[in-house]
Each structure stands twice: as structure tokens, then as C-alpha cells.
């Protein structure tokens, strides 16, 4: 059985704002990530008693369903894909055809999506991925340490970090001298995804942009998040 997707046409969430956002079951979510059952943010409150619905199968649909509800999204949608969950894969491996079919139906009708992922960079991955960035999908590799976030943008990948709970700095470099801005809607509960960034949009769906975002650990789980940046600092 393939992964289970939920579409929300207008989302509550006060970070990402009234826009449509996509849940896909945790079968969906690699072994590479360290958060995996250790400080997920999807792991607690409400989204995780809608994650644990869509991972049972009790919401959500099968993939082809899916793209149909995609394509009805009105002109233009900005659209967070995977608010909890990854992109079609297994074993650390994106599927490739899922992936682009996916990526055809978020970027129709000038949509503008954007995601996160934590799968492998490897030279099968990166293909897959890069077609999808070349289509329009802002996929944005998830890191967990200011040195990872310099090898994933140094491949030309719309790049984010991880950042301690304490982390006091808006801006910071990375050890090769690449900006680190923080979420805006983190630092302001005047700002969303839905207005982030003005006229260039998001921060997050730009794909060719010169400098990183970075993200504040968050939530219930985040003591389990901030050992498991401090365990990939030592490795």
C-alpha cells in the first residue's frame, strides 16, 4: 500500500496562515531524519491526532485522489506540502515517478508549493530532486547542524537549519560564510507564510535564494529536538 495524503484547503495553523496545507502518513518520513521519533514537532498536540488518522489510514486518500484535489486549488495557491510527513518514497529512496507526478500537480495553474525534506543527498535523490526544482517545487533540505546546511546549499538546494531552543541571534553565518536568516513568522506573530517576504514572496519558496533559513526548535517535544542537534554536532 502506497502513502496516505490529507489536503486542508484553508489551514488554522497561526504559523502558516489561511493556505492550503497537505499532510502524508509517517511511513512517508525517512530513516535518515533524526527527529524520526525523537523531537518531531509532529509528535504532539493536535497534528499529531491528525497524523496518527492519515498514518491509519482513517483520513486522507490514495495518491491519484489526491492529485485531483490539487488541481482544484484555486490559480495562484501558495501551498505548504507536508506539514507533517516527506516526500513518496522508501527505504531512504524518493520514487521518482510519484514525486514528479506530484510535483506536476502542485506547480499546475501557477501554484506556488513549497516543502521540506530530511531524504539522503544522495546522487539518485538529487536527481529526482532537482527536476523537481526545475519544475517549480521549492523542496528545501532539512538540516540539523550549520555544517550540513553548508553541504546542501553548496549542491544548489534551497537550503533550512535547525536551531537550538536558545539560539538568541535573527542572523548568523554558517562556517563557510553563508547567512542564516530566521523564520520571520517565528519572530513576529504578525507574520505568516501567507505574508512572508512581501513582493519576492516566502522565504521558503525561493528556490535560488543566497542565504539559508533557519528554524528555532519548538514544541513539546523540543528537548528531545535540541539532543538530537548536540548528538549530530559531535558525530
Not at 20 to 25: E, N
Not at 83 to 86: L, T
Not at 102 to 112: D, E, F, G, M, V
Given at each position: 500500500?502506497?502513502?496516505?495524503?490529507?489536503?486542508?484547503?484553508?489551514?488554522?495553523?497561526?504559523?502558516?496562515?489561511?493556505i492550503?496545507?497537505?499532510?502524508?502518513?509517517a511511513?512517508?518520513?525517512?530513516?535518515?531524519?533524526?527527529?524520526?521519533?525523537?523531537?518531531?514537532?509532529?509528535?504532539?498536540?493536535?497534528?499529531?491526532?491528525?497524523?496518527?488518522?492519515?498514518?491509519?489510514?482513517?483520513?486522507?486518500?490514495a495518491?491519484d485522489?489526491?492529485?485531483?484535489?490539487?488541481?482544484?486549488?484555486?490559480?495562484?495557491?501558495?501551498?505548504?506540502?507536508n506539514?507533517?510527513?516527506?516526500l513518496?518514497?522508501?527505504?531512504?529512496?524518493?520514487?521518482?515517478?510519484?514525486?514528479?507526478?506530484?510535483?506536476?500537480?502542485?506547480?499546475?495553474?501557477?501554484?506556488?508549493?513549497?516543502?521540506?525534506?530530511?531524504?539522503?543527498?544522495?546522487?539518485?535523490?538529487?536527481?529526482?530532486?532537482?527536476?523537481?526544482?526545475?519544475?517549480?517545487?521549492?523542496?528545501n533540505?532539512?538540516?540539523?547542524?550549520?555544517?550540513?546546511?553548508?553541504?546542501?546549499?553548496?549542491?544548489?538546494?534551497?537550503?533550512?537549519?535547525?536551531?537550538?531552543?536558545?539560539?538568541?541571534?535573527?542572523?548568523?553565518?554558517?562556517?563557510k560564510?553563508?547567512?542564516?536568516?530566521?523564520?520571520?513568522?517565528?519572530?513576529?506573530?504578525?507574520?505568516?507564510?501567507?505574508?512572508?517576504?512581501?513582493?519576492?514572496?516566502?522565504?521558503?519558496?525561493r528556490?535560488?535564494?543566497?542565504?539559508?533559513?533557519?528554524?528555532?526548535?519548538?514544541?513539546?517535544?523540543?528537548?528531545?529536538?535540541?539532543?538530537?542537534?548536540?548528538?549530530?554536532?559531535?558525530?
Open positions: 500500500m502506497g502513502h496516505v495524503y490529507s489536503l486542508t484547503s484553508v489551514s488554522k495553523n497561526k504559523k502558516t496562515g489561511p492550503p496545507v497537505t499532510t502524508t502518513s511511513d512517508s518520513c525517512p530513516d535518515n531524519c533524526p527527529l524520526k521519533g525523537a523531537g518531531c514537532y509532529g509528535n504532539y498536540g493536535p497534528l499529531y491526532l491528525h497524523w496518527k488518522k492519515v498514518t491509519e489510514g482513517v483520513r486522507g486518500v495518491l485522489a489526491f492529485i485531483q484535489a490539487l488541481k482544484r486549488l484555486p490559480f495562484g495557491s501558495l501551498i505548504r506540502h506539514q507533517v510527513g516527506d513518496p518514497g522508501k527505504d531512504d529512496i524518493l520514487n521518482e515517478d510519484e514525486c514528479l507526478t506530484l510535483t506536476k500537480a502542485l506547480t499546475s495553474h501557477r501554484k506556488i508549493p513549497f516543502t521540506y525534506t530530511h531524504y539522503p543527498r544522495t546522487k539518485e535523490n538529487l536527481s529526482v530532486w532537482k527536476r523537481m526544482l526545475s519544475m517549480g517545487f521549492a523542496v533540505a532539512s538540516n540539523e547542524t550549520l555544517d550540513e546546511a553548508d553541504e546542501s546549499f553548496s549542491q544548489g538546494l534551497p537550503t533550512t537549519v535547525i536551531l537550538p531552543s536558545d539560539f538568541a541571534a535573527k542572523k548568523t553565518m554558517t562556517p560564510g553563508v547567512p542564516v536568516y530566521a523564520c520571520p513568522a517565528q519572530l513576529s506573530d504578525r507574520l505568516q507564510c501567507a505574508n512572508c517576504g512581501g513582493s519576492q514572496g516566502p522565504l521558503c519558496t528556490i535560488n535564494r543566497d542565504f539559508i533559513v533557519g528554524f528555532y526548535v519548538h514544541g513539546t517535544q523540543k528537548k528531545a529536538a535540541n539532543a538530537a542537534i548536540k548528538a549530530k554536532e559531535v558525530s
